[in-house]
């Protein structure tokens, strides 16, 4: 066996922008921290995400969780390789009950906390003059914002480094050991261990069901000034957490470059990472349906992406049960990069025994396993 | 070879042997196709539809590439300016 | 509606007129698509101030008997369907044989300079120098490596430009060598002699090569590199390749098996132009750089072969080996001097699309990494030019291709696919 036992006071499984919040959060706070990846940071999920930082609130645990961690994105506000851009979300109502519904969500966001207003038709087309006609409305959340999540992860990996993290770059954790993990060179390495890895969870923790969720996003040549607003149909929440086997939603976004980022489609039991022809064409014919306009526009590229899904749509943060020293962060499905900066607070507040700023039992690991 | 067409680069009338290129066009009006994403300006590199540096503006459509496209008569060309 | 060929052929060069030929002799129905307006790939490029040679009007004329589908660009492949995008829409072109002949374009390296205006491609200057762009009068230096310089430069100078020389980066001890090679291929030296009286008075200098472009808005001026030392000519227009880059990337889409052995990889064929994949061949360019002659020959084997003519296909056998040793004799007499692969300076623009420097991508090591952090390789181009230079320079290979194959109208994309038919 290679190398021998080192002591950590945190070894985190996975780079993504989960992994990377909670080694950041965990560096942060003194810790000798440990990172883990087998490819380049922020390059599973999180290089294939939207980077929409954005409040769902038809989970009242999800919300929670989405408003705790849009505060702290706002510590990134003026980081340039965040590229945040606070384009704020509009959301766009086809037909009357879809305008009750503004009215109902918006009041629900603002009870959590966060600006939220319907907007009327008029008010609609104003702010956004290509959506096609016969929109009734919708809501608009100003604040919310775009970043460009894999450079984020670098980041905040780089910081924990200089706060004096290891990172074992290209290398994968073959095996949990009964004190810490073993490496894929064979490499042990003894402490607390925080289980990050995204889709590949079932891998090393295959009691905690996790599906993976196929997306796929095409993104455009420069049209400044086309759009300004992330775009969505109110009806996207019935595509987020629909159990269709397959479903799309018109969801569009002005990335700073001028270009537009075009989801969204989910896709159960879609195993090959290939760009779907046919889910592609669902897909933008979907968005051409609210904005015509983007028919003509040039696509430079499309690619596929899979969120790592749980059952209840709800991340594991917390101890993997029956497991002392063994704690998880995953399954954050269409939501991480959002959701990354709570969960890592959440989490460190949980190892260290404090109490979490928001209530973590909605969360809990334990609530699937037996 | 016979014939000539009329077209338009940045608003200056422009007449071409028949089956040239619109980046042959823009060549006699200006060395200046595109602005970089930095702001450089950049011209034809590979002349066959590969590179990307001639992108331009062709009757209002955005990113066409001059090199791979025939001029034609009353065609209005834009740089990138 | 998908449009169903017997034998569609994407590229309509010289290796792609030979299939149409070949294929359309035995009565299928073809189809010959390519992105240009007109017919002739590279070397036969529409000139609009020369006629084209006999050759190529020859082989035209193949296209009498063909579906030829001009300035239509092969976007995307899935299962027996190509899509295909054209000035007015998109098409689905279903087939039974697939020849690719998509060719190769030029290698470009980086250097000090290389994105002013002005500054091009050899073969890409003599390409729009034929598309009629304005080269008389004006002064033009030639530099790079290959026979392909001398092409150009004649191009050039039928245009009326104003050669100030050439200058081929290889030794004259190779030049010389690869000539007296040539004395065994006498209609290469014919075809060269013809070259170099087209070219009589302009210079040819050997070990020579451009360091750096200057200027501001547009070249002034370049600094050269020469046996005799540094030099600096005043020009207007720099005309500089390095050889050529197979273009597989369709293949690629397509999952035909790549030669990966050299810098810049090749769609690995048997002699009888057969992919890896059933039903899918490959001649020309893209096989690996050969020239007109091998391009010829490889497009009527595939030709043959895919309307199902095995013997007509072998008898080519003979001659498709002969030229394609010629083409050994070009990569071991030009190589590159390694002195051209530390021109660009930290601050020298590698990725033209998205403005990234050389010193951006410190210290990637892998294609895909260094996209995520810089943006390198994520423009128009999709990293045909940088990604190409990189994987010369020694960085990192090229990354593989991500659907569409070229950019195209979200339309295109949109347009729905067939029904996968049995
Ligand atoms: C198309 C698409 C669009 C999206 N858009 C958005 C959006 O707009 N907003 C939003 O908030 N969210 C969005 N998401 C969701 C978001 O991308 C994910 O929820 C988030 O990236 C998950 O992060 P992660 O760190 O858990 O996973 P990942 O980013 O996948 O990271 C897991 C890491 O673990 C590593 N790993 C795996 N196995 C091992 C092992 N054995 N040992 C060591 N390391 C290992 C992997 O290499 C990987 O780097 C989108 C997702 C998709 C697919
Ligand atoms: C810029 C340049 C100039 C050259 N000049 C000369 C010269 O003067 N003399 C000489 O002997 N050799 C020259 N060559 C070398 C040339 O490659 C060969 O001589 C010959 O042209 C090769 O023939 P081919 O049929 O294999 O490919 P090509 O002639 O390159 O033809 C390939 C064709 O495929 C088309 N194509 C590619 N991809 C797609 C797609 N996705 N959809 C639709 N169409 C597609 C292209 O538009 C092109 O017309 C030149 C090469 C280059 C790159
Ligand atoms: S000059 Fe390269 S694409 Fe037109």
């Known amino acids: 066996m290679k190398g021998g036992i080192a002591s950590h006071d945190l070894i985190v499984v996975g780079a993504g922008i989960v992994g990377a919040c909670c080694a950041d959060a965990a560096a942060a706070e003194g810790l000798r921290v440990t990172i883990i990846e087998p490819g380049p940071i922020g390059g599973g999920a999180t290089a294939a995400a939207m980077g929409h930082l954005v409040a769902m609130d038809d989970d009242p645990a999800e919300l929670a969780l989405a408003h705790y961690s849009l505060q702290q994105w706002e510590e990134f506000s003026d980081l340039q390789e965040a590229e945040f ?24 966001l603002a009870a959590a906390g966060i600006q ?30 775009v970043v460009y999540p894999p450079r984020v992860a670098r980041y905040l990996v780089r910081r924990a480094q200089s706060r004096g993290a290891q990172l074992h770059a290209g290398r994968r954790v073959q095996q949990l050991t009964r004190d810490g993990v073993q490496l894929d060179d064979g490499t042990r390495l003894a402490g607390p261990t925080l ?8 891998e090393l923790l295959p009691q905690l069901p996790l599906r993976p969720r196929k997306g796929h996003l095409v993104i455009t040549e420069r049209y400044p000034a086309l759009l300004r607003h992330q775009l969505l149909e109110l009806g996207y929440a019935d595509s987020a957490h629909g159990d269709a086997g397959s479903s799309v939603a018109f969801n569009v976004q002005p990335r700073p470059t001028g270009q537009i980022l075009i989801g969204s489609a989910r896709e159960f039991d879609a195993a090959d990472a290939e760009v779907s022809p046919v889910m592609l064409q669902r897909m933008l014919e979907r968005a051409f ?44 499905e269409g939501l991480g990069i959002t959701t990354a900066p709570g969960s890592a607070r959440l989490l460190l507040d949980l190892i260290h025994g404090r109490t979490p700023a928001i209530d973590p039992a909605p969360y809990a690991p334990s609530r699937v396993a037996a | 070879m016979s014939g000539l067409v009329r ?38 590199l590979c002349g066959m539809g590969v590179c990307f540096e001639c992108r331009l503006r062709i009757d209002g459509v955005a990113h066409q590439r001059a090199c791979m496209i025939p001029a034609r008569n009353g065609m209005q060309v834009q740089t990138d300016d | 509606m998908t449009e169903h060929y017997d034998v569609l052929v994407v590229g309509a060069g010289p290796a792609g007129l030979a299939t149409a030929q070949a294929a359309a002799g035995h009565g299928a129905r073809v189809g010959v698509i390519d992105a240009q307006p007109r017919p002739g790939g590279q070397v036969w490029r529409h000139d609009v101030r020369q006629a084209s040679p006999h050759a190529a009007r020859h082989a035209f004329a193949a296209l009498a008997r063909v579906e030829w589908l001009a300035r239509h660009s092969v976007v995307g492949a899935e299962t027996q369907v190509l899509r295909v995008e054209h000035p007015d829409g998109v098409r689905l072109l279903g087939y039974g044989a697939l020849v ?50 001398l092409a150009a430069a004649a191009t050039l100078r039928a245009h009326g430009a104003h050669l100030l020389g050439i200058h081929e980066q290889a030794p004259t001890a190779a030049v010389h060598a690869f000539a007296r090679q040539m004395l065994h291929w006498p209609a290469r030296a014919v075809q060269a002699i013809s070259l170099r009286t087209r070219l009589a008075g302009v210079a040819y200098r050997c070990g020579s090569f451009v360091r750096r472009a200057n200027g501001d808005d547009r070249l002034q001026s370049v600094d050269i590199e020469g046996p005799d030392g540094a030099q600096q000519v005043e020009c207007d227009l720099l005309a500089t390749g390095y050889g050529l880059v197979p273009n597989v990337e369709l293949a690629q889409l397509l999952g035909c098996a790549l030669a990966a052995h050299d810098t810049h990889p090749h769609v690995q064929v048997d002699a009888l132009s057969r992919t890896s994949v059933a039903g899918i061949h490959a001649a020309g360019e893209l096989c690996g750089i050969g020239g007109l002659a091998a391009a010829r020959i490889e497009g009527a084997i595939a030709g043959h072969m895919a309307a199902g003519d095995l013997t007509a296909a072998s008898a080519l056998l003979p001659a498709r080996a002969r030229a394609r040793r010629f083409a050994g004799l070009l990569s071991t007499h030009f190589a590159l001097d390694p002195r051209l692969r530390t021109l660009a300076t930290p601050q020298t623009t590698i990725c033209r699309c998205e403005d990234v420097t050389l010193g951006e991508l410190g210290g990637y090591t892998d294609a895909r990494d260094a996209k995520l952090a810089t943006r390198c390789g994520m423009g128009a181009c999709q990293g045909r030019i940088c990604g190409s230079a990189l994987a010369e320079l020694g960085r990192f290979p090229r990354s593989g291709p991500r659907p569409p194959l070229f950019p195209a109208r979200l339309a295109t994309l949109a347009e729905a696919s067939p029904p996968l038919s049995d």
């Open chain 1, 289 to 332: 349906a609210f904005m015509p306009v983007l028919r003509k526009l040039q696509a430079l590229r499309a690619w596929t992406g899979f969120r790592p899904a749980t059952p209840d749509g709800l991340p594991y943060l917390g101890a993997v049960p029956g497991r002392a020293n063994l704690w998880v962060a995953a399954g954050h």
């Open chain 2, 7 to 44: 077209l338009t680069v940045n608003g200056c009338a422009v007449e071409m042997p028949d089956g040239s290129s619109v980046a042959a066009a823009v060549a006699t009006v200006t060395p200046h196709f595109r602005r970089s994403v930095r702001g450089e300006s950049r011209a034809p």
């Open chain 1, 195 to 202: 289980v990050a890895t995204g889709c590949a969870l079932p």
């Open chain 1, 116 to 145: 939220a207003h319907a907007v009327d038709a008029k008010t609609l087309y104003e702010l956004e003059p290509e959506l096609a006609p016969g929109m009734h409305g919708g809501m608009l959340v100003p604040r919310e914002a």
């Open chain 1, 85 to 108: 851009s606070r384009c704020g979300t509009l959301w766009v109502a086809r037909g009357e009950h879809e305008l009750r519904a503004a009215g109902q969500r918006s009041a629900r």
């Open chain 3, 100 to 149: 690719l002949a998509t060719g190769a374009r030029e290698l470009m390296l980086p250097f000090p300079g290389w994105t002013l205006p002005g500054v091009s491609g050899a073969g890409g200057l003599q390409a729009l120098a034929k598309q009629g762009w304005p080269v008389a009068g004006k002064r033009v230096l030639v530099s790079g490596t290959g026979p392909l310089l």
